[in-house]
């Protein structure tokens, strides 16, 4: 036998030995594509509070929010390719116009779920005066960014990843017919944790779900989010609600 065949012996496992299977990922890269983009989006807030805790001026905190935009964007725009279900963007008329009226309905409930017990701390909001006036371009930014990326976004999160991930870790597997009770009820509860008005976040993340449930197409939900958004930020310049932002 030669030295070659002697390493080949050593290396056979011994009689009833048993293979022990890799771990899989807890995440895979899908599922770090959608993930990503909203970890930035979170991590700007967290550097923003502590800048805010430091000092810094409120007026320059302000120009965090294109920075935000911009890297969202930015991380969206390279794995664009890979978000499968925003392939083509098509909605059957009669599911546009369900997911545009939700997203209004959603946006009445918003600004009217306020009382003490629905709300979690308080939001230092986004004000865009400057010396008592507006500043036009950062509330362009400001609604561009929340009606056109936030939902993209948060639903390729909520809805694309976690939902589906709740059902099987390999999500992109699972249809959106197939979610059940309980991706509803912890994507929902996460949904309205992470927003300062908590019981309209559940109720705004329930909706989403279900119209992602109810057409199968994640357009859905984002068109509904993206109508909310858009509209809530029209009333909020409007009115200079701005702990609403």
């Known amino acids: 036998m030669t030295e070659h065949d002697d390493r080949l012996v050593e290396r056979t496992p011994p009689p009833g030995a048993v293979a022990v299977p890799a771990a899989d990922p807890l995440f895979n890269r899908a599922a770090w594509l959608r993930i990503l983009p909203f970890a930035a989006y979170l991590l700007f807030i967290v550097i923003g509070d502590g800048l805010a805790r430091m000092g810094v001026s409120a007026d320059a905190l302000r120009w965090l929010y294109p920075a935000k935009i911009a890297v969202v964007v930015a991380l969206l725009a390279m794995a664009w390719r890979h978000y ?6 098509h909605l059957a008329a009669a599911q546009a116009l369900t997911a545009i009226a939700v997203g209004i309905v959603v946006l009445v409930l918003w600004v009217n779920m306020d009382t003490g017990w629905m709300v979690v701390g308080t939001s230092p909001g986004f004000d865009p005066r400057e010396a008592g006036r507006i500043d036009w371009l950062l509330v362009a930014i400001r609604i561009a960014g929340a009606a056109l990326v ?3 976004m948060e639903e390729l999160f909520w809805r694309s990843f976690l939902m589906r991930w709740i059902e ?3 999500f992109e597997s699972v249809e959106p017919a197939q979610l059940g009770l309980k991706s509803f009820a912890i994507s929902a509860l996460l949904f309205g944790v992470e927003h300062n008005l908590w019981l ?4 705004a993340g329930a909706v989403y779900g279900f119209l992602y449930k109810r057409h199968r ?3 859905s939900p984002i068109l509904s989010h993206a109508v909310t958004n858009g509209l809530l ?6 009115t200079g609600n701005w702990a609403f932002w």
């Open 150 to 152: 936030v939902p993209v």
């Open 217 to 219: 197409n994640l357009w």
């Open 84 to 89: 499968h279900e925003l392939a083509i963007p």
């Open 200 to 203: 309209a976040g559940v109720v």
């Open 168 to 170: 099987a870790s390999d």
């Open 233 to 238: 930020g029209l009333w909020v310049v409007r």
